[in-house]
């Protein structure tokens, strides 16, 4: 089955940095990967996704770049503000949307 | 509010006892997941339903859990004889039937079993 991991674990970045976060993923079959975003009780909510057919997306202080051949992908947030601060879920879906493997996360700190 | 609701938000439990989840999807997904989350860690899936079609569960899922969508709308997750190893928040997300679609989900039952 897919297995998706996930770096860092925890991150801290000074408010105006870049932030990015990386994951791999197992399956060649999956061909969606949708970022997360959970604050504290909070449920997950979806910031920005890919596609298999592009390289890449962008929406603006965040992006996410998809590497199929090496599969990995990777979320960047560009400008950092304190309300960025969450922990960012990354998952690999297959084509029929029925196998939706979650990474094991990363906590974000934007220090004021 | 046409978002994904589940209720109870928290539950309380002693070991042995058995509780029961409920999940409303929004009206028109015909798509209905179960997720456990435990602290630090990315949801896990459990099963899923399309329409009142359970349609693949996760080995996760021992025989003490069971889900229902009888009529295709509403979900409920039952887990007996419960263990404090079921202590986590259990998340309920929907979607529409189709491929790469987005998943939107509830803000999950917390349950604690002491």
């Known amino acids: 089955g897919e297995n998706v991991e996930q770096h860092p674990s925890t991150l801290s970045v000074q408010e105006g940095d870049s932030a990015v976060i990386k994951c791999t993923y197992s399956?060649?079959?999956?061909?969606?990967f949708p970022w997360y975003k959970q604050e504290l009780g909070k449920r997950p909510q979806l910031i920005i996704d890919i596609r298999s057919n592009v390289g890449e997306k962008k929406d603006q202080r965040i992006a996410v770049t998809l590497n199929k051949t090496a599969k990995h992908f990777s979320l960047h947030i560009t400008e950092t503000q304190p309300e960025d601060s969450a922990v960012y879920f990354c998952a690999a879906v297959d084509n029929y949307g029925q196998n939706f493997v979650f990474g094991p996360g990363t906590r974000l700190s934007v220090l004021p | 509010d046409t978002g994904v609701s589940q209720d109870p938000r928290h539950k309380i439990t002693k070991r042995g006892q058995n509780v029961t989840f409920r999940c409303d999807p929004i009206s028109e997904h015909n798509r209905l997941y179960w997720y456990r989350q435990t602290l630090g860690q990315g949801p896990e899936f459990l099963t899923y339903?399309?329409?009142?079609?359970?349609?693949?569960k996760s080995r996760l899922l021992s025989d003490r859990f069971s889900a229902e969508r009888p009529k295709g709308s509403f979900s409920t997750l039952e887990i007996q004889r419960t263990e404090q190893g079921d202590s986590a928040m259990y998340l309920c997300a929907s979607s529409r039937d189709g491929l790469q679609e987005t998943q939107y989900f509830g803000p999950g039952t917390r349950l604690l079993v002491l």
């Open positions: 399956d060649s079959a999956s061909n969606y």
């Open positions: 339903f399309q329409n009142e079609a359970q349609l693949e």
